[in-house]
């Protein structure tokens, strides 16, 4: 396993210890970057139009489409050092 991959497994452990709950932006920012990590490019069906959480997450993920699994895997360590801090 790799170093980074290291790293992003334990920012995904250290978001969880947050003392409170990032604002809704930093949110869909998170879920957008994790899931290009370790997954890559948006896949699936958009969720229908009534599912504004599932909308909202699909498209934030949807925008990081060409981002490399290693970018955002490096984003998302970054931002998740921003929020523990």
């Given at each position: 396993?790799?170093?980074?991959?290291?790293?992003?497994e334990q920012a995904t452990k250290d978001i969880q210890a947050l003392p409170?709950?990032?604002d809704n932006d930093t949110l869909l920012r998170?879920?957008?970057?994790?899931k290009q990590g370790s997954e890559g490019d948006?896949?699936?069906d958009k969720?229908?139009?009534f599912d504004f959480v599932?909308?909202?997450?699909?498209?934030?993920?949807?925008?990081l489409k060409g981002t490399s699994q290693e970018?955002?895997?490096?984003k998302y360590v970054?931002?998740?050092?921003?929020l523990t801090a």
């Open positions: 396993m790799s170093d980074l991959q290291k790293r992003f409170e709950r990032p998170l879920y957008a970057l994790y948006v896949s699936g969720p229908g139009f599932g909308t909202a997450k699909y498209e934030a993920w949807a925008k970018d955002a895997m490096k970054d931002l998740v050092k921003k």
